[in-house]
């Protein structure tokens, strides 16, 4: 029987439109807010809130169904819980969480499979995070997501998932004897079909195409939500316990800018995303504390320009192949025409090193020549860096060795002339016969450009870069004309940052900072859960999300009073 059938033809809505309207500009954002706390003062007060079109009851209401909310859900359900669920996708097609790579977890039945079996341990990881992060997240939080990361993995092996250990494509401090990157084996396209199961399997109901549009608190508890469905009609869902994991704010210009300075994150998953910050904009009008630190998770594949016909997307090579210039190891520099990073670390880790400074720098200018052109569109750039001295393969010498090489092998970027024509024809990238033709052509201060190339060719041939240490495999000189830069802005698979929670997912208010009554938060929009910039471990934002999923559920139904 096909219960994903019958759960869309329960209630078909139209993702997102009243948050959509509410959340239009930042005077909308100020006015639902206000708006939230009028509506929790009113419910404290004992009155009744505006009547809903209808009213369900359950234990949990779970907003949200990517991969921290499915986790949370089927968690929850399973433990015995009456769960709705409301999702803005249209189907499970939708949420980022079924098509990620795979997370990071400990204590695995995985990793004690694999040969050799593991040493990996939960302090081994706690205390790098926690010093590569200069303990800016919840500790507790952070500790207890690895404690219970092995039952997260261990639910998404009951639902069918198949993994293996496998060391990821960037350089991560956990490889060989530790191993803990969990690399989903099962095929995308069959995912979206085992969660659906899953979710059904344990009675646990799926609202789809249904827009959460704010909390409702009485006294100073949250006792459940108001949703919208598509003919305009509104839903109230009364729950004992609410899990916010509305999956942050990537489809929101607003809350881009107003958390992370920039309207320019192009969403790199289909163009388009369905997260616009529900979740944080409801738990801040009935008072909820928001935590310090905000960031995103970008897209390593990649440069993207709004005027791109073929920006930066899903996979690592469907965009235009010049846009591998803002990442490939070449010179890059802001707005100023002065060079802003080590651009090895763009390359070698574009999710962690290298991705603070592309937003602080956004746009950011690639500087290349026709000799790299040439050597990208005819070798590619493994056997381009590797001729140079580049080794590749082995990660156990940070000092000798080229991490992602590998990764780059084989890839030669043969339409890149065809790509090129097509960044002049969208007005992204631009073409000289000089360095001074092509900074003017790009809008960039011409003697500035001409000092900065000058200068980095002058590390070029010494083979030093006496500015930012890039590796010499990293410096390509720009000499051979005629020139080209692109334009690129950062993409992006999600943002991080949001609702202040406690280790067992709480949200807190912004008055004491005391957890309240029945409301929860998971993944990315848990801003005690993050860092900027990314972890350097890969995996590990998709591990949070199930960790922070799983517990969140199991404290939700302690507090429902639910048992198994």
């Known amino acids: 029987m096909d219960t994903s059938n019958l759960m869309l033809d329960r209630r078909t809505l139209v993702a997102g ?31 009744t809130p505006a009547k809903a079109d209808a009213t369900e009851t359950c234990d949990v209401v779970v907003c949200g169904c990517g991969a921290s909310g499915f986790m949370a859900a089927y968690t929850a359900a399973k433990d015995g819980a009456k769960v709705i669920v409301v999702e803005k ?23 004690q499979n694999k040969e050799g079996g593991t040493t990996l341990t939960v302090d081994d990881v706690f205390t790098h995070v926690m010093n590569y992060t200069h303990w800016t997240p919840n500790p507790a939080l952070a500790r207890r997501c690895l404690e219970e990361s092995h039952n997260a993995v261990a ?41 659906t199961d899953a979710l059904a399997s344990v009675g646990a109901e799926v609202l789809f195409s249904t827009t959460m549009t ?25 729950a004992k316990a609410v899990i916010i994991a509305t999956g942050g704010y990537l489809g929101n210009e607003d809350l881009q800018e107003r958390f992370l300075h920039t309207r320019d994150l192009n969403v790199a998953r289909g163009g388009t995303s369905l997260c616009t910050g529900d979740g944080i904009v409801a738990a801040e009008g009935i008072g909820a504390a928001l935590e310090k630190t905000f960031g995103y998770c970008p897209c390593e594949y990649g440069g993207t320009n709004d005027k791109a016909s073929r920006p930066a997307k899903q996979d690592k090579f469907d ?74 393969g082995d990660q156990d010498d940070p000092n000798t060795n ?52 000058e200068r980095y060719n002058g590390y070029c041939e010494t083979g030093v870069d006496e500015e930012f240490g890039a590796s010499p495999w990293y ?32 949200v807190l208010d912004a008055d004491k900072y005391l957890p309240i009554e029945g409301l929860y938060c998971v993944g990315t929009e848990a801003g005690s859960l993050y860092y900027s910039p990314y972890y350097d471990i890969p995996g590990y934002c998709y591990g949070l999300c199930i960790d922070s999923g799983y517990i969140a559920a199991t404290e939700a139904c302690a507090f429902a009073g639910v048992t198994a």
């Open 475 to 506: 410096l390509s000189s720009v000499k051979d004309g005629p020139f080209y830069i692109t334009q690129n802005f950062q993409s992006a698979w999600s943002t991080f940052g949001g609702l202040r929670i406690d280790d067992q997912c709480r």
């Open 89 to 111: 996708g249209q189907d499970m097609t939708a949420p980022n969480g079924v098509w990620v790579s795979g997370p990071f977890a400990v204590g695995t039945d995985v990793l």
């Open 17 to 47: 439109a009243a948050a959509a309207a509410a959340l239009a500009g930042t005077a909308g954002i100020a006015h639902a807010a206000e708006a939230g706390k009028a509506s929790a003062s009113q419910d404290g007060d004992g009155k």
């Open 214 to 238: 704010s909390l409702v608190k009485t006294g100073d508890a949250v006792t459940g939500i108001m949703a919208t469905a598509s003919d305009g009609s509104t839903l109230q869902i009364d």
């Open 319 to 392: 965009q235009n192949y010049a846009f591998k210039f803002g990442y490939y190891g070449n010179l890059l520099v802001d707005a100023e025409g002065k060079r802003f990073l080590n651009e090895g670390l763009l390359c070698d880790y574009p999710m962690s090193y290298g991705s603070e400074q592309t937003l602080h720098n956004n746009p950011w200018y690639a500087i290349v020549d026709q000799t790299y052109v040439d050597a990208m569109t005819n070798e590619g750039l493994y056997a381009y860096m590797t001729s140079r001295g580049a080794v590749a």
């Open 402 to 453: 080229w991490f992602i090489g590998n990764y780059f092998k084989d890839r030669v970027l043969d339409n890149l002339p065809a790509d090129i024509e097509e960044g002049l024809a969208e007005g992204w990238l631009w073409k000289g016969d000089t360095i001074e033709e092509v900074a003017e052509a790009a809008g960039l201060p011409v003697d500035t450009v001409v000092a900065t190339v």
């Open 155 to 195: 639910n998404l092996e009951e639902i069918g998932y198949e993994f293996k250990e496998a060391d990821f494509r960037f350089a991560t401090p956990f490889h060989g004897e530790k191993g803990g990157f969990h690399l989903i084996t099962t095929p995308i396209d069959d995912r979206p079909g085992l969660w």
